[in-house]
């Protein structure tokens, strides 16, 4: 069995061919963000699968499914996008799994990109063997899934788990999202980068920790308070779901010293005891590609 898998940022796509077990077996990339959002996203999505598949030489009866996922709030039972945190241009509204579904005739499902990524680890990932878990994607926002007793938690609309977005500051910095202190505000690399910039001007996540191992005390302050932030964050959502294992992604999960490490000690040692329990903080396993493999997952769930 082969599926099509397809994974929508904010600012690119991926789209791969994977077999039944999740390995991916090709791939390709591009902007969806080109012309500022212009060209709507489904459009371009479209557009490119054509590409695709045309690059591959296959046809869509050569295809078992289409599992897309998506960033924003997506209904993951009419395969909508029913919101977003304000910053994508013709978005919200996009009927993927209908438009991709009339146009293949092949069984499609759509689901958040961080519950993808939630969802791949748990299946083949680092997050392999545990029940509950929290995956957290640390990037230019934050992206976030919730397993629960094996199963994603999707709440009403299959929106639950935009872990980006509850406030650990309710009088903090303004949030695209209209509300104020949010979790990304703090704890994304947007965030760590905003702190450096008043101290250094521009500098990427790289350059950061570089400084962080050469010793620069400034950068060292700085990034201390980042990951406080991200651990205050990360406090609060272990005492409401008692979790297994909480799974770190996104590159700055590379840094296992001077991020995982930091964050794994200062949240054991705030939790209450019982939470500290047996609690594993650890980097995700399958980086970039942890979206495009839990997109498959239901289709696999379902039979097809």
């Given at each position: 069995m082969k599926?099509?898998?397809i994974d929508i940022g904010g600012t690119s796509a991926k789209t791969g061919i994977l077999d039944e077990?999740?390995?991916?077996?090709?791939?390709?990339?591009?902007?969806v963000c080109f012309d500022n959002y212009q060209t709507p996203i489904l459009e371009t999505a479209l557009k490119e699968t054509d590409r695709f598949l045309s690059q591959c030489s296959l046809i869509p009866s050569n295809l078992s499914g289409i599992g897309i996922s998506a960033t924003g709030q997506i209904d993951a039972h009419s395969g909508t996008v029913i919101g977003s945190?304000?910053?994508i241009k013709n978005w919200i509204g996009s009927p993927l799994k209908?438009?991709?579904?009339?146009?293949?005739?092949?069984?499609?499902?759509v689901i958040n990109d961080a519950n993808s990524a939630a969802i791949a680890e748990q299946w083949i990932g680092?997050?392999?063997?545990?029940?509950?878990?929290?995956?957290?994607?640390?990037?230019?926002?934050?992206?976030g899934g919730v397993i629960v007793n094996?199963?994603?938690?999707?709440?009403?609309f299959g929106i639950a788990g935009e872990l980006g977005h509850f406030s650990i500051d309710r009088n903090g910095i303004p949030c695209t999202c209209g509300n104020r202190g949010c979790f990304e505000r703090y704890a994304s690399t947007t965030a760590l980068a905003g702190m450096v910039k008043e101290q250094y001007g521009c500098l990427n996540g790289q350059e950061i920790f570089q400084k962080?191992?050469?010793?620069?005390p400034v950068i060292k302050?700085?990034?201390?308070?980042?990951?406080?932030?991200?651990?205050?964050?990360?406090?609060?959502?272990?005492?409401?779901?008692?979790?297994?294992?909480?799974?770190?992604?996104?590159?700055?999960?590379?840094?296992?010293?001077?991020?995982?490490?930091?964050?794994?000690?200062?949240?054991?040692?705030?939790?209450?005891?019982?939470?500290?329990?047996?609690?594993?903080?650890?980097?995700?396993?399958?980086?970039?590609?942890?979206?495009?493999i839990g997109a498959i997952k239901p289709l696999k769930q379902l039979g097809t």
């Open positions: 599926f099509l898998s077990n999740g390995h991916i077996l090709t791939k390709t990339s591009y902007s945190a304000g910053h209908e438009a991709f579904r009339e146009k293949y005739r092949l069984p499609v499902s680092a997050a392999k063997g545990y029940k509950n878990a929290i995956v957290i994607t640390i990037g230019t926002g934050i992206g094996s199963s994603i938690l999707e709440g009403r962080l191992k050469e010793g620069d302050k700085i990034v201390d308070t980042w990951i406080s932030g991200i651990s205050d964050g990360l406090v609060s959502l272990t005492h409401i779901f008692n979790p297994e294992i909480i799974l770190l992604g996104g590159g700055v999960s590379a840094q296992k010293e001077l991020f995982i490490n930091k964050v794994r000690e200062n949240v054991l040692k705030r939790v209450m005891p019982r939470f500290a329990d047996g609690l594993i903080i650890d980097a995700a396993a399958l980086s970039n590609d942890a979206g495009m």
